[in-house]
């Protein structure tokens, strides 16, 4: 295991929000337009704390998607600013909690505070543990050379180079292939 549970799921639930941007999706589709966009995933990235389901909430949960797409721009040293912007933004206070099937672990926000804030500050924290664990050459952004998804690489020796948003190893390895029969050296 790379990281502690917890902070392996703030990646997950990160990285997927960053993938409903435009920018990040190999079809240039914006995935989080509308309140069942927001359903979709919040079923599958549940949050405690208070979840008011309407437009102020979505729009500030689409706006908090390109902050925390900055964080796979650059290297390590590159997100230190934008995860200390990001928790001093928050009010950051973290502190053991435990809760429905989760067992100890940190929230660094108010359960009152709004969700798209909550999201940016657990983001922020998980992404210290990356940063302390000098794990940041595991955030990428796929290889593929017609997609822009961003992942975390949890494979056991950090080799992963495509997302698993559009089948793009497959795609690649077929273009690979098919140049290769092409050129005569397969």
């Known amino acids: ?13 990160a990285t997927a929000l960053v993938n409903t941007l435009p920018e990040t999706d190999p079809e240039g589709v914006d995935r989080l337009t509308s309140q069942d966009d927001l359903a979709a995933y919040l079923t599958e990235f549940p949050y405690t704390g208070a979840i008011r389901r309407d437009d102020v909430e979505l729009s500030q949960l689409r706006a908090a998607r390109s902050r925390l797409h900055e964080l796979w721009a650059g290297d390590r040293a590159d997100a230190v600013p934008i995860v200390n912007a990001l928790l001093r933004d928050g009010r950051a206070l973290p502190q053991l909690v435990i809760h429905d099937d989760y067992d100890w672990h940190v929230h660094a926000t108010d359960e009152s505070d709004p969700l798209a804030l909550r999201i940016m500050v657990e983001v922020a924290m998980a992404f210290v543990e990356v940063i302390r664990l000098d794990q940041f050459d595991r955030v990428r952004i796929c290889g593929a050379d017609d997609c822009g998804a961003v992942y975390i690489d949890y494979s056991k020796n950090g080799s992963k180079r495509y997302c698993d948003t559009g089948n793009c190893g497959n795609r690649m390895n077929v273009n690979a292939y098919r140049r290769r029969k092409a050129e005569g050296t397969e």
């Open 1 to 13: 295991m790379v990281f502690i549970r917890d902070t392996e799921l703030s990646l997950r639930a």
